[in-house]
């Protein structure tokens, strides 16, 4: 992706072997469909969300009645798919992309099969395969839409002749046993499954159980024209021949008002008799059994999650083979014999004690064989079933004979060559288990083959899998049965090629032929690749690395190989392309590095493919005998590999003047670091590494005297790096000052001091110039105001780190502490990116200043971003000259954890008085600075009326950041700056629901971890005029007095209870000691605002509960009341008013129109994203909506 943007430049070392450096790009075949799996059994591409759809597929595909009957119709009926853009033919393209589909998952040799020309004759776009819908519906309108698409054709009747049934409802009067009846049609059944067991549970609450009108629900005859007792029911009249069940997995909880998805189990046979259902019951019963062919089964929630099916394959297509009887083909008859003794304790026990020399054995001791020999106790699998150990001998008492005691136990005589005949015949009733119903032993198609088809992957299943999809958030969701006595034609079985027309026939045989050869171009293409012979002979070894002799061109030869064969093929094609090749023949695998050729690895092993050595496309392979070339032993392998260095030293000349001189050396990696010297011809010295890497420009470290020994690989050096040799005769004129120590960097002294080293003048000159380090001129200031002009000056160097930087300007200003971070001033003089320490969490404060100005801003995709850090230069940074820095007090948390949105909530009350507030109108601030929310129509004081939330901005801040921190940082967003809040413990925070106040957030030195909010919470800030610190079990109350002569209430004033005892009478008494009311003078209701009505609460009803129900349930907090924070409790004084009506103007008005009142939050959304706090808008996070599913069919009446 970034091409050579990372490659290093070595054009100013050697220029003189750059092949190979760039590799040819090649243009890579499509690669063709992926051929069948080992079940020959063909899938479905999911278009993204058509799981679905490819569940009910393969369904039909696999009812071979309904695929059969759709390929009868022709095209002489059906028109030809290249007619259908011809607007005067008559094409009826849905069923004939069916036709081809079927065809396509029968004979193309293909892993999948795509959906898209079907779901394209749907009218479909590109949202709709991504949206899922239920299965159930699309099965109705599939079967609509085929309907209407085959009028007017033979298969006019296909659906009604495989699908339809008829229902009758009855009603019998009991006077006069008038029959009145009605008939329903039905392509499925619907059943419930709540509260139910299973199919056949749910058939026979709908289809056997009658409904008695009586009593007061009397049934109206029009024989007697009165009314009457009767009865109810409902019956099968006719069956057909598919019959197909859905399952209502889906409910509405109608207290939360919310869909869920009903996980219970409900178990469905894999056979059913329909009789005891049906009208008519004097046929055979094999007229009424059915067998399940297909289950589609859902995983998920009721708001999305994905479809698979498992299906019966009635004609054998496909190859049903388990993985694990692959590898045990042969059945074990001792195994299942082990097995049907463990289910039997009676056979278990038996067992045991025949094999007694004494036959005589402690009750306990047999308990701990039996133990032994099945692995579980008896306690664990028996006890529950069969009671004590002692207690099932003694119930056996014609087999066992307990001592007096009952501490011991044998076996009667008769009963252990009973037991031995028992053995016998269960041994003869196992095998002929095994040769009459096992697939391995007898007709392997006699037994039930079901595979899963999930989308692409198609697997064979046991049969005793579906019972997996009984219950859970994956099951069973649709059902397919079909009528036993169905019988497939023998010359079906597997013949895939059965009643297929014959264009679709030549069709896929055609599709086939060009798919094998796709895949066999694909094959070589995909397999064939380059490699670059180097001949050894046309190389000589120079400088540690192979050249070649003459020219790169005549050096090298490209051959074209096949990657599947071997390297013995390949050691033999290339002793054919040399003919002139004598003695023996080595190939190995060579790189070029800087210094030339190198040979890194031995290619071993004639009977290896070259995918197997892993040799790769465009390899460099070296031709040589293995030892030398000419005449020179090669050294090989990556140990040695040849590094070219860059090497500075002091040339040799007079004594006054030496100049230094740069010179490329090769060293192998493996040697010592020391070598330079002797390369050199330097008797000893000082080495200098060059650190390219650091900041500020090229440093220089020196290497210790023991580190001399270690070699060039160890000591971190590499192609390209550079080191510099101080000659240790000439300590006098160095190139480095010491001062008496070893200097690890240039950064630790400001200046380099340089000797004049051409003593040409009678006097030594010695001068101090600025090390190559660049300085920075930056402006700096402090605070939010800065007026252009206003700032200070700094001069820095740009390899300083931001904390140091950060510490000068602390000094400048004379301000202490470690509370503070930098901010980049953009150049409309606003607070930019931060320059800030990574880590850092939660946000910290000094107590220096009464107003703490802390800016966050929130960096935009379009920026850069920089590697924060507290050791990040200046340089890193990218800092230049000129730019302005923003002292700021307060650390910055760490950022990208919690992306909270912050709103504003302020219910009107008496605390609201006197301050700032916000003109209704417009949303504004006025003077004062605190948000009033907009009250709607209705009477006066209506309070409780909806008020909404004002969108502050977002927070970023870390899980382990508290709650305190967290109001800390929402006071410094920009809608809040112009409000004085002395502190966080002023705000109430609460989290958002249903844009309402949810639940309470109390402890401010809590981590916001710890109440688990999660990624998309938001939270909605209250102000307080007071500090608040609630307990526990503190709950906070919007209590509200009714006004007395009129149908409206105060302003609401918050009242604070202990909830830890939580019953009706200690709320009753806490809202009364706070109004000064007698206790008994007061009547409280809650208020619930979704349904406009008022509960009272009073502590006869809690009485009453009491009696009724369990302790725990007692507690407000429980049913019917659900009492939590921020609830409204409307308090009435029995004293002035004594009539029960807690309701107001505005409740009747809204329960008689619920619409007015979602029409006033729309409106008052509206006004508040015109406000001036909506500078962003964050709409909530509902479920998406859902849409309906249709197929578009053209008219051929």
């Not at 950041?961 to 004085?980: D, I, R, V, Y």
């Not at 990624?1015 to 503190?1034: F, M, V, Y």
Request: proline letters at 5%; glycine letters at 6%; one cysteine or more.
């Amino acid at each position: 992706m970034f091409g050579d943007l990372f490659e290093e430049d070595y054009s100013s070392v050697s220029n003189t072997n750059q092949y190979g450096k760039g590799k040819k790009l090649k243009a890579k075949p499509l690669e063709p469909p992926a051929p069948r799996e080992f079940t020959n059994l063909s899938g479905i591409r999911n278009q993204g969300g058509t799981c679905y759809l490819n569940s009910l597929l393969q369904t039909l595909h696999f009812t071979p009645e309904f695929r059969e009957a759709l390929f009868s119709l022709g095209p002489e009926e059906l028109g030809s798919l290249e007619e259908k853009d011809n607007p005067d033919a008559k094409v009826r393209i849905i069923p004939l992309q069916l036709q081809r589909l079927f065809a396509q998952l029968l004979l193309l040799d293909q892993e999948a099969a795509s959906t898209a020309d079907l779901t394209d004759s749907f009218g479909w776009t590109s949202n709709e395969e991504m949206r899922q819908h239920d299965v159930q519906e699309l099965n109705r309108i599939l079967f609509s839409a085929l309907e209407t698409s085959l009028v007017g054709t033979s298969g006019h009747d296909l659906i009604n002749r495989l699908y339809h049934g008829t229902i009758v409802n009855q009603i019998v009067c009991k006077e006069c046993k008038n029959v009145s009846e009605k008939q329903e049609d039905f392509l499925d059944l619907t059943v419930a499954v709540k509260n139910v067991t299973g199919l056949e549970d749910a058939l026979w609450n709908m289809y056997v159980e009658e409904e008695v009108f009586d009593c007061d629900n009397l049934y109206h005859c029009g024989s007697c024209d009165r009314l009457v007792k009767a009865a109810k029911s409902a019956k099968l009249r006719k069956l057909p021949p598919f019959l197909t069940v859905s399952l209502l997995r889906f409910n509405f909880d109608f207290v939360k008002c919310e869909r869920y998805k009903e996980t219970s189990c409900y178990t469905f046979p894999l056979r059913i008799n329909l009789k005891p259902f049906c009208e008519q019951s004097q046929l055979d019963d094999l007229e009424y059994m059915y067998d399940l062919f297909s289950v589609i089964i859902h995983k998920g929630g009721c708001y999305g999650g994905h479809y698979h099916v498992y299906i019966k394959d009635v004609d054998h297509l496909g190859n049903w083979q388990l993985q694990e009887e692959k590898s045990k083909p042969d059945v074990n008859l001792k195994d299942l014999q082990n097995e049907e003794e463990i289910d039997d304790p009676l056979m278990i026990l038996k067992t045991i004690l025949s094999q007694e020399e004494s036959n005589l054995i402690l009750v306990d001791l047999l308990g701990q064989k039996f133990l032994k020999k099945i692995g579980i106790s008896w306690n664990k699998k028996y006890r529950k079933q069969y009671g004590p150990l002692r207690k099932f001998l003694q119930l056996h008492s014609q087999i066992f004979l307990l001592s007096s005691d009952q501490s011991k136990v044998s076996l009667l005589k008769n009963s252990s060559l009973q037991a031995e005949s028992d053995l016998q015949r269960k041994d003869q009733q196992i095998f002929k288990t095994l040769t009459s119903e096992s697939p391995g032993l007898n007709d392997r198609t006699s037994c039930s083959h079901w595979f899963d088809i999930n989308d692409s992957k198609v697997q064979p299943i046991e049969e005793k899998d579906i019972k997996q999809q009984f219950q859970g958030k994956e099951s069973a969701y649709m059902l397919f049965y079909r009528k036993s006595q169905l019988q497939r034609p023998p010359e079906a079985r597997a013949n895939p090629r059965y009643r297929v027309p014959c264009h679709l026939l030549n069709e896929m045989d055609a599709a086939n032929i060009e798919l094998q050869t796709k895949r066999t171009e694909y094959d070589s293409t995909n397999n064939i690749f380059e490699l670059h012979l180097h001949l050894g002979p046309h190389y000589h070894f120079f400088n540690g690395a192979l050249h070649p002799v003459v020219s790169q061109t005549e050096s090298v030869w490209d051959l074209t190989f096949d990657k599947r064969k071997t390297l013995g093929d390949l050691r033999q094609s290339i002793f054919q392309l040399l003919e002139f090749w004598e003695g023996d023949m080595v190939l190995s695998v060579a790189k070029f590095v800087p210094a030339g050729l190198h040979i890194y690895q031995t290619l071993d092993g004639d009977d290896l493919t070259l995918c197997d050595i892993e040799i790769a496309d465009e390899e460099d392979i070296f031709v040589w005998n293995g030892v030398e070339v000419g005449g020179i032993q090669i050294p090989t392998g990556s140990d040695c590999e040849p590094l070219l260095l860059n090497v500075f030293h002091l040339a040799t000349g007079s004594e006054e003047c030496r100049q230094l001189v740069e010179s490329p050396q090769v060293f192998p990696a493996n040697a010592e670091v020391g070598t330079v010297f002797t390369a050199l011809a330097i008797p000893g010295g000082v080495i200098f590494t060059s650190n390219t890497a650091s900041v500020g420009g090229e440093s220089w470290t020196a290497i210790p005297k023991e580190d001399l020994k270690k070699t060039f690989r160890e000591q971190g050096l590499r192609n390209g790096s550079s080191i510099l040799i101080q000659d240790s005769s000439n300590d006098n004129n160095s190139l480095l000052t010491k001062q008496g120590k070893w200097i690890t960097t240039v950064n630790e002294v400001d200046w380099v001091q340089v000797n004049n080293l051409c003593q040409l003048e009678s006097e030594e000159e010695q001068v101090k110039i600025s090390a190559t380090v660049n300085t920075l001129f930056l402006f700096f200031a402090m605070g939010s105001d800065i007026q252009p002009g206003s700032e200070m000056e700094i001069i820095v160097e740009e390899t300083i780190s931001v904390r140091e930087c950060l510490k000068i300007m602390l000094e400048k200003f004379g301000l202490p502490g470690d509370t503070w971070h930098l901010r980049k001033m953009d150049w409309c003089y606003e607070a930019g990116e931060p320059l800030c320490e990574e880590g850092n969490r939660g946000i910290g404060f000094t107590n220096k200043s009464p107003v703490v100005c802390l800016f966050l801003a929130e960096v935009t995709s379009n920026k850069k971003e920089f590697p924060y850090s507290q050791d990040a230069t200046l340089k890193e940074l990218m800092l230049c000259s000129g730019d302005t820095l923003l002292l700021t007090e307060g650390k910055l948390p760490s950022p990208g954890l919690l992306n909270v949105p912050i709103w504003w909530y302020q219910p009107p009350g008496p605390k609201s008085q006197g301050r700032r507030h916000l003109d209704q109108t417009n949303c504004a601030p006025s003077q004062g600075g605190v948000w009033r929310a907009t009250s709607t129509p209705g009477a006066a004081g209506d309070v409780h009326a909806d008020v909404p939330l004002r969108y502050l901005g977002d927070v970023k801040i870390s899980e382990d950041a508290t709650l305190g921190e967290l109001k800390a940082q929402a006071m410094t967003l920009p809608s809040l700056s112009e409000f004085f809040i002395p502190s966080p413990a002023f705000l109430r925070a609460w989290t958002v629901d249903s844009k309402r106040p949810g639940r309470l957030l109390r402890k401010n030195q809590q981590q916001l971890r710890e109440y688990k909010l999660g990624r998309r919470t938001e939270i909605c800030l209250e102000p307080l005029q007071k500090e608040e610190h609630l307990g526990p079990q503190d709950m906070l109350l919007r209590t509200q007095m009714r006004l007395p002569g009129e149908r409206a209430y105060a302003l609401p004033v918050d009242v604070v209870w202990d909830a830890a005892r939580g019953t009706a009478s200690s709320l009753r008494q806490r809202v009364a000691d706070f109004y000064s009311l007698p206790v008994e003078k007061i009547e409280i209701a809650k208020y619930f605002p979704d349904k406009f009505e008022w509960l009272p609460v009073s502590s006869w009803n809690q009485q009453i509960t009491k009696r009724k129900k369990k302790k725990k349930q007692d507690n407000l907090q429980g049913a019917p009341y659900y009492l939590k924070d921020g609830d409204i409790i409307g308090i009435k004084n029995l004293l002035v008013e004594e009539d029960d009506d807690f309701s107001t103007v505005r409740d009747d008005i809204r329960r008689e129109d619920p619409a007015l009142g979602k029409r006033k939050s729309q409106e008052a959304l509206r006004v508040q994203s015109n406000g001036l706090l909506s500078s962003a808008e964050t709409p909530g996070r509902p479920h998406r909506p859902e849409a309906s599913l249709s197929i578009h069919v053209g008219s051929f009446r």
